[in-house]
């Protein structure tokens, strides 16, 4: 069994930063990818970044430039470094880690607002 653990959301104003964490654990012996979803009220979830264990890195375009994942292999975290924050960003976001089976977080509320 997978856990994932997330941490760092909060309220920003515009322009702002935040830094989001989520930390694997359990049975990993081995992971295609990790990375954030995203969902805004009334909107559908959305792919927002995602590393794979080789590296490599994707990010949805409304996002790039501000947004960085990374990771930390040796102990299955990742982290998404959020700058230059819009209201548009406001969202749940989650994180999930695939074997290739898809496991989620609970999820953790950023909210972009004056």
């Known amino acids: 069994q997978v856990q994932l653990a997330e941490s760092g959301g909060g309220l920003v104003q515009p322009g702002g930063s935040l830094r989001l964490s989520c930390a694997a654990s359990g049975s990993i012996l081995w992971f295609n990818a990790m990375g954030w979803y995203r969902q805004a009220p009334g909107k559908e979830r959305e792919l927002v970044a995602e590393?794979?264990?080789?590296?490599?890195?994707i990010y949805v375009d409304s996002v790039k430039g501000r947004f960085t994942i990374s990771r930390d292999n040796g102990k299955n975290t990742i982290d998404l470094q959020m700058n230059s924050l819009k209201p548009e960003d406001t969202a749940v976001y989650y994180c999930?880690?695939?074997?290739?089976?898809?496991?989620w977080g609970q999820g953790t509320q950023v909210t972009v607002s004056s």
């Open positions: 999930y880690l695939t074997t290739p089976r898809w496991y």
């Open positions: 590393i794979t264990s080789g590296g490599t890195t």
